[in-house]
Nanobody, 125 residues
Framework: QVQLVESGGGLVQAGGSLKLSCAASGRTFSSYTMGWFRQAPGKEREFVAV????????YYLDSVKGRFTISRDNAKNTVYLQMNSLKPEDTAVYYC??????????????????WGQGTQVTVSS
């Protein structure tokens, strides 16, 4: 069992920055691919970013490339999402997810095994 807890969300003006954290506990000794998803009210959950176990491979939603950076610190069992140049369209609940599968970087929500409770990110104009 793996537990994931997100933090770092909040209210920020357009153009501002936030850094989200996701702390993992439980079976954190396993090799997990870690991803970030987001979900706005009335919309489907959307892939944002993913990072391999070693951190050497990443993949991003096209609309966040150049603005968001995913990273991880396995010694701290934590994954991060640095969000810069935030836009109102980034407003959503952001979820951290763990993929216990192979080495592929997945972008679909059902390909992940564990989820955090989410943290709200609100970007105002």
């Amino acid at each position: 069992q793996v537990q994931l807890v997100e933090s770092g969300g909040g209210l920020v003006q357009a153009g501002g920055s936030l850094k989200l954290s996701c702390a993992a506990s439980g079976r954190t000794f396993s090799s997990y691919t870690m991803g970030w998803f987001r979900q706005a009210p009335g919309k489907e959950r959307e892939f944002v970013a993913v990072i391999s176990w070693s951190g050497d491979r990443t993949y991003y939603l096209d609309s966040v490339k150049g603005r968001f950076t995913i990273s991880r610190d396995n010694a701290k069992n934590t994954v991060y999402l640095q969000m810069n140049s935030l836009k109102p369209e980034d407003t959503a609940v952001y979820y951290c997810a763990a993929d216990l599968g192979g080495v592929r970087l997945h972008v679909k929500w059902y390909e992940y095994d564990y989820w955090g409770q989410g943290t709200q990110v609100t970007v105002s104009s």
